[in-house]
């Protein structure tokens, strides 16, 4: 009987330690720039885009792309060094701040990514690629795990 209880305890270890070191590989292996090419290659694919399209559009994307990464990046950095201390309230301000003005900032990049690819797009391609985008953003939420959180 105790080798029972031994062994079980024992592979309950083991599982929670290959659970755990598992989880901790898989967070280091996200590629950004994999992750703009998914993108890029299901947005031509929904709004249907030219060749032509594709070879004047694709900088400008990737433009964006890395902007807004850069952006999310600042964010994550900011929670990641506030979460475990306790905040003054001139940082919580700080803060703040930090995170407004970086939602302003993604609308302006926002704004001159849209003046841009309305100049090499006609109103409806433009329109479907849009469309595409935010397709893809909800695929994104669809296969995320329920209840993860990041």
Known sequence: ?????????????????????????????????????????????????????MQTVKPIFMEYEKKNWELHQEIRKMFHQSRNRTLTEKEYRQLNDKMVNNEIKRSQYLREYHLKLRKLLKPQTLYKYYRAEKAFERQLLDKRPRGQVQ
Request: charged share 20%.
């Open 1 to 53: 009987m105790k080798n029972i209880r031994f062994y079980t305890l024992l592979v309950l270890i083991l599982a929670t330690m290959f659970s755990v070191f598992g989880q901790q590989g898989r967070r280091g292996k996200f590629n950004v720039d994999e992750f703009h090419e998914k993108k890029w290659s299901f947005i031509t694919t929904n709004a249907s885009l030219s060749p032509a399209e």
